[in-house]
């Protein structure tokens, strides 16, 4: 990860700056960062990571290239020290308009194998790979900020509900568009959209009609937690956000994202249990103590130097 954020830095110059400087960077002009082919990403402030899925002259369409590349990507980020929060966009003026269709064409609909049973157990293997890209998202420890502009579309919504905190524009949309293309979506929304918005009728709803969403809907159903006026409000929402997570202890926060995932799936009585076991060491931190000085001094805790994790 050091690497491809070093490799990012020196392309695109993106040592951290205050103010508009900082923000410049949240566009990454210089287009996908080697190795990768379909995302950029670069650190625009401290402990900040940013990914951005960089395929606008075809809609950030996800193509057999992002699918693998994602799963590197955020492998890459849930080890990396230097990295304590994730902000992910789509570049230009559309999200994402999901899977490649090209590629569903001409790849996912041809299967290999000898008879119908092997050419199924290929496809299941390949439906769980494809899983394999947004759940790495929920697997990375480091909270992931999702900033959506535009169309999200079919994967897209796969995509944003596998991410911690949703942020969209006022244009923005969101559909699930599966049914429309003859399939039931594979990859996460049928699991997580559920667990996201609060309504059961609204899912059902949307995942049989494929209805488009817009911005103030998302809103009111939970779907996003902010709306901004246009995309560079919103990216600078996104890296204030992810600042003033990236400003509290590693310890605190990475434990925090994992207990509130490992408490959406179980019961209140399993989520406690496993939360006092995840405390009885992580308590012991240094970074208990240098926050509570920092709260009796009614400093904020972002005056903290923690160490890296
Ligand atoms: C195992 C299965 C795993 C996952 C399954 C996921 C299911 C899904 O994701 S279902 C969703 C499929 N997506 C769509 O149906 C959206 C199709 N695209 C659009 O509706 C529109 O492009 C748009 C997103 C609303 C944007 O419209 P506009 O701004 O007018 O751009 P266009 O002129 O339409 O497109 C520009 C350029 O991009 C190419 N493109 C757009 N979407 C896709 C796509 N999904 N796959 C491949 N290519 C796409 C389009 O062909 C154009 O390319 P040119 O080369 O310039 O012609």
Not at 6 to 13: D, G, L, P, Q, V
Not at 38 to 51: C, E, G, Y
Not at 199 to 205: A, M
Request: glycine content about 6%.
């Amino acid at each position: 990860m050091t690497f491809i954020v070093r490799s990012a830095i020196s392309k695109n110059r993106t040592v951290w700056l205050p103010g508009l400087s900082a923000l410049r960077t949240m566009s990454t002009p210089g287009g996908p960062t080697p190795p990768f082919t379909t995302l950029s990403v670069s650190q625009p402030a401290p402990s900040v990571t940013h990914v951005e899925l960089h395929r606008p002259e075809k809609r950030n369409a996800m193509n057999k290239a992002f699918w693998r590349e994602m799963v590197e990507c955020f492998t890459q980020i849930a080890g990396d020290p230097e990295c304590r929060v994730v902000v992910f966009s789509g570049a230009g003026k559309v999200f994402t308009a999901g899977i490649d269709l090209m590629d569903l064409a001409s790849d996912i609909l041809q299967p290999t194998g000898d008879d119908m049973a092997r050419r199924s157990w290929n496809i299941r293997h390949m439906i769980a790979k494809y899983q394999e890209t947004f759940t790495v998202i929920e697997k990375c420890p480091k909270p992931v900020v999702v900033a959506v502009q535009g169309p999200c579309i079919g994967g897209g919504v796969d995509l944003i509900t596998a991410c911690d905190i949703r942020l969209c524009t006022q244009d923005a949309w969101f559909q699930v568009k599966e049914v429309d293309i003859g399939l039931a979506a594979d990859v996460g929304t049928l699991q997580r959209l559920p667990k996201v918005i609060g309504s059961r009728s609204l899912v059902n709803e949307l995942a049989l009609t494929a209805r488009k969403m817009y911005a103030d809907e998302a809103k009111d159903s939970g779907l996003v937690s902010r709306v901004f006026q246009d995309k560079e409000a919103m990216m600078a929402g996104a890296l204030e956000m992810a600042g003033e997570i990236a400003g509290r202890s590693p310890v605190a926060v990475q434990g925090t994202k994992i207990n509130l995932i490992y408490s959406r799936d179980h019961s209140v009585a399993e989520g406690l249990e496993y939360m006092a076991t995840w405390n009885m060491s992580m308590l012991q931190t240094d970074d208990v103590m240098k926050s509570a000085t920092a709260a009796m001094e009614k400093k904020s805790p972002k005056t903290v130097a923690f160490s890296k994790l």
